[in-house]
């Protein structure tokens, strides 16, 4: 089976199983990341196909999430998502590598990883910035209970990221930006830069700053 067919298969596939996904890691955000990521890659470099097979099923963590009531990390996931790729006649041969790029898109203190990792993880946090990422996270936070602001400074103490994050404008503030000047490839540095003056204008119209 040639890349595109096996690639149209597993989007197929994919699509089907975000289609009641509502928190904000939906199959648009998983296209979103993908785009991004073969941007960056047809740039930076890495193997194309261990990118664009990684791009599709690294958010499966978060449906296994929502099944189970809490946080499922990544890494318990693999199991699933080699099942997910090996139905969908994905190369063998680059398996373990795209599980672990799943297993490490969310480790962004550990920078010794494959261009491949970095990547998605630099893709993945393009599409938690700018109009889109913004959007996602009104979604995200207004799921979650989370208000809009809180009567406290934005750097306080008290904002502990996942666990207390206090409000949205906390959020973007402490989290977001953050993140988002924590980019590893410049292709995505360079495409963040708009999109980050989006997050801190927001914040700054919303507190009356």
Known sequence: MQELEILNKLKTKITELFEKENTG???????????????????EGGDPY??????????????MSNEAGRFVFPEESIETVKSILLDADVDET?????????KNH??????NQSL?????????ALDA????????????????????????????????PDINPLSTCHYIH???????????????????????QILE???????GL
């Open 116 to 124: 491949e990792t970095l990547i998605i993880q630099d893709a993945d």
């Open 50 to 63: 261990v990118v664009a097979v990684s791009a599709l099923v690294h958010d499966i963590h978060r449906l």
């Open 129 to 160: 910035l700018g109009e889109i990422g913004l959007k996602r996270t009104l979604t995200y936070c207004k799921t979650h209970g989370i208000p809009l602001t809180y009567p406290l400074p934005l750097d306080t103490k008290e904002y502990i």
């Open 201 to 207: 204008n927001f914040v700054k119209e919303t507190l």
């Open 106 to 111: 969310d480790n962004k203190t550990d920078k």
């Open 25 to 43: 890691h939906d199959i648009s955000h998983l296209e979103r990341v993908y785009d991004l990521a073969m941007k960056i890659q047809e740039v």
């Open 94 to 102: 680059k398996l373990d590598h795209i599980l672990d790029v799943v």
């Open 174 to 196: 402490r989290t977001m930006i953050p993140n988002g000047r924590n980019l590893y490839t410049n292709t995505a540095k360079e495409i963040a830069e708009n999109k980050i």
